[in-house]
Nanobody
Framework: QVLLVESGGGLVQPGGSLRLSCAAS????????MNWVRQAPGKGPEWVSY????????KYADSVKGRFTISRDNAKNTLYLQMNSLKPEDTALYYC????????????WGQGTQVTVSS
């Protein structure tokens, strides 16, 4: 029943920008912390960012800090990731993931959207 659907990925040149979206359904979106997680080819998952329920608290991995911005629109049940100054090393499958109630796990994931940064 819980469903997370990412969109907005694509091919972009280094230095470019993309905005990813995650449409949530099947649960009370506004009651959950949300995360973005990415996985590059041949590598394990890397946590990128999280946001609290109301959007007032955000955290970022050092690798994206200052370039990416996480946000949410609870009225639209949608999570966003604005990605600026993209680098080839940002190339990965990007997933939105709902935070588990206990705060240390992801209990649901989306299908992922591919971001490729290349000239």
């Amino acid at each position: 029943q819980v469903l997370l659907v990412e969109s907005g990925g694509g091919l972009v040149q280094p230095g470019g920008s993309l905005r990813l979206s995650c449409a949530a359904s099947g649960f009370t979106f506004s009651s959950y912390y949300m995360n973005w997680v990415r996985q590059a080819p041949g590598k394990g998952p890397e946590w990128v960012s999280y946001i609290n329920t109301g959007g007032s608290i955000t955290k970022y991995a050092d690798s994206v800090k200052g370039r990416f911005t996480i946000s949410r629109d609870n009225a639209k049940n949608t999570l966003y990731l604005q990605m600026n100054s993209l680098k080839p090393e940002d190339t990965a499958l990007y997933y939105c993931a709902r935070a588990g109630t206990l705060g240390y796990e992801y209990d649901y994931w989306g299908q992922g959207t591919q971001v490729t940064v290349s000239s």
